[in-house]
């Protein structure tokens, strides 16, 4: 079964970010950076932090 989805675009430590935002069945939404937009980042930290930063800002703006 496919999940419903939301896209969001967030500027996340200063760069846009796009995040899928999935709704699953017991009513919890997740969120995914897309790995096209983390991979420019470079290092790995970095990358995780950017990512951490941009699927926490969606997931703020989808319960506004």
């Known amino acids: 079964r496919t999940l419903p989805r ?14 899928k935002l999935a709704r699953r069945p017991d009513g919890v939404t ?3 950076a897309e790995s096209d937009d983390i991979r420019a980042q470079a290092g790995a930290h970095d990358r ?3 990512r951490d930063s941009a699927t926490t800002q969606a997931l ?4 506004r």
Request: aromatic share 4%; proline share 0%; glycine share 4%.
């Open 6 to 19: 939301d896209f969001s675009t967030v500027t996340a430590l200063g760069r846009e970010v796009r995040v």
């Open 30 to 32: 997740t969120a995914k």
């Open 48 to 50: 995780q932090d950017l």
């Open 60 to 63: 703020e703006k989808d319960h």
